[in-house]
């Protein structure tokens, strides 16, 4: 179970995240929509610790971290936790100056300390498992958008974390390249890989999602199935938003 209880996170005087409190099971998929500035990019950041959030708790498996005092955040329950997680970034952030194959493998030796020939070995199958088998030795700049986000999907996975985070993974793609993408992460989610994802895509959301959350202003507007949340929202706020949406689509 993952489980996040009362997430707080202020930038200066800014309250972004006002509690945030949800449970989520192995296995399923949590798509997270809201309006621009609700606090969705905070909320994964958070997940993983690049920021650390003012109070709160946040629990992966037997990994719980209480962020009440984060003078005393024990180093090694924060190393866990990032290595719980793997992110998939808007902006794909591969390093230009390796190859598909030499990003994947990089966690894996660095983080993890596996054997070159090990990590190697896992990045050729992870390569495969996202269509790019016959990709292993190019480099970022001679990648189309879908593709580099796909190697990017391959390095989240490669240090095996228990939950994936995609902070709108397909925003920057052209619309074109967008459902490679999409049917990369359909597949995992098929395979029972447990993922956190934060998209405008909201026929994929419907698709995909096990459970949907709206946000707005730092809070959680509304949570429940897809039918749920997108077909029945029981705030007129969501309404709003959503409306505002289809309007955008037709
Ligand atoms: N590092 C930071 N320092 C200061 N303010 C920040 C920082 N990161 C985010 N914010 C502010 O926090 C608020 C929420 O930002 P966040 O990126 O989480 O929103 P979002 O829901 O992901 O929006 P979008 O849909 O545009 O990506 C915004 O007002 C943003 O300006
Ligand atoms: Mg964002």
Redesign the pocket.
């Known amino acids: 179970m993952i489980e996040i209880q009362d997430l707080h996170k202020s930038?200066?005087g800014?309250e972004?995240l006002k509690g945030i409190s949800l449970k989520h099971a192995h296995g399923k998929v949590l798509v997270v929509i809201?309006p621009?500035?609700?606090?969705?990019?905070?909320?994964l950041r958070c997940f993983n610790l690049l920021e650390i959030p003012d109070r709160g708790t946040i629990t992966v498996g037997e990994t719980e971290l209480d962020f009440t005092d984060s003078r005393k955040l024990p180093l090694g329950k924060v190393l866990e936790l990032r290595r719980k997680t793997g992110m998939v970034f808007q902006s794909y952030n591969l390093f230009p100056h390796m190859t598909a194959l030499g990003n994947v493998m990089e966690g894996q030796v660095t983080v993890q300390k596996r054997s070159r020939e090990e990590a190697r070995k896992l990045a050729l199958e992870l390569l495969e498992k996202v269509g790019l088998g016959d990709k292993a030795d190019a480099y970022p700049h001679q990648l189309s958008g879908g593709q580099q986000q796909r190697v990017g999907i391959a390095r989240a996975m490669a240090t095996q974390p228990e939950v994936l985070l995609f902070d709108?993974p397909t925003s920057a793609l052209d619309p074109e390249l967008v459902g490679e993408v999409l049917k990369v992460i359909k597949q995992l989610a098929a395979e029972g890989m447990t993922m956190v994802i934060?998209t405008h895509e909201m026929k994929f959301a419907a698709d995909v999602a096990d459970t949907i959350i709206l946000?707005d202003g730092g809070h959680i507007l509304e949570q429940g199935t897809p039918e749920e949340v997108l077909k029945h929202p029981r705030s007129q706020r969501a309404r709003q938003f959503l409306n505002r949406l289809n309007g955008e689509e037709e």
């Open positions: 930038f200066g800014l972004v809201g621009s500035g609700s606090g969705k990019t905070t909320l709108e934060v946000m």
